[in-house]
């Protein structure tokens, strides 16, 4: 894990120096990095993944918008959990160290779950928000995520890379031809998630699901017609929040930009404010 954490930190220091990419770490540990100018928008990623999902995203928005992306904990070059923590305050530290009052949030899946407690708690400092692949706290589906039996035992072995061999044969993690080989390798290089302590990871005092008529910023909602599991997550937010607008992509999967980019890329292009 450290040999690909290194590597991920090498092709970042690369990058930087060719895009005039700005990198830092928060005080609590989260890695980040900026790009860009104009209105902030921070792009929040899904489990098992990193920052690097979102460099196309990035570079078409930083013309127009300063773009932060950064690692969850326990993900690509963010520290990992030593003590309790949430992921609201992870994205707080990552505001305050750049000094951003306001942004726009773009998150996908996990980062959508994220991004939909800051707009319910931190609502001063959230422009509006975009939910790809939504997950909404406290949320019960009737249709389960896709995983295989095999999962379970090889979490319980505690084998990593069998878990994530059985993850990426699933449609969760299904992705275009030319984006397969960045998800493979997102998800082989950020196994230390596993390794985390669960119950150092608090969620928020109520769930997001019993509070989304509260949510007063600007919503998008954006689901694939292949992402099955995440479809009535995705239609409860376009019904109980107010205003919000849900577009669906025809044959979009679960990790949506990185199987339809150009409806993707279109449908956020609509919905920020031009500069």
């Known amino acids: 894990m450290k040999a690909a954490i290194a590597v991920f930190a090498c092709a970042l220091g690369a990058a930087a120096a060719a895009q005039s990419l700005r990198t830092g770490k928060t005080a609590g540990g989260i890695a980040y990095d900026v790009q860009g100018s104009g209105p902030p928008v921070v792009l929040l990623t899904g489990s098992n993944l990193d920052r690097r999902m979102w460099t196309r995203e990035a570079e078409w928005l930083a013309k127009s918008h300063t773009v932060v992306r950064y690692d969850l904990r326990a993900h690509g070059l963010s520290d990992t959990a030593t003590k309790e923590f949430t992921h609201l305050d992870d994205l707080i530290g990552v505001l305050d160290a750049l000094k951003i009052e306001k942004a726009a949030l773009i998150g996908l899946s996990a980062g959508s779950a994220i991004a939909l407690d800051a707009a319910l708690d931190i609502p001063s400092r959230v422009d509006r928000i975009v939910l790809a692949g939504p997950a909404v706290g406290g ?38 031809p030319e984006s397969e080989p960045l998800v493979r390798q997102m998800v082989f290089e950020n196994e230390r998630l596993w390794t985390v302590d669960r119950a150092l990871m608090k969620s928020p005092p109520q769930p997001a699901s019993g509070r989304l008529e509260s949510v007063k910023v600007p919503t998008l909602v954006l689901i694939g017609d292949k992402d099955v599991s995440q479809k009535e997550h995705a239609e409860a937010l376009a019904a109980r929040i107010p205003g919000a607008r849900m577009v669906r992509v025809a044959g979009g999967g679960h990790l949506l930009n990185l199987t339809s980019p150009t409806e993707f890329d279109a449908a956020v292009r609509a919905f920020l404010p031009s500069r």
Not at 143 to 172: C, G, I, N
């Open 139 to 176: 949320f019960v589906s009737k249709v389960p995520v896709p995983f295989p039996p095999e999962l379970m035992p090889a979490l319980q072995s505690r084998d990593w890379r069998k878990v994530s061999e059985v993850l990426l044969t699933t449609p969760v993690f299904a992705a275009s």
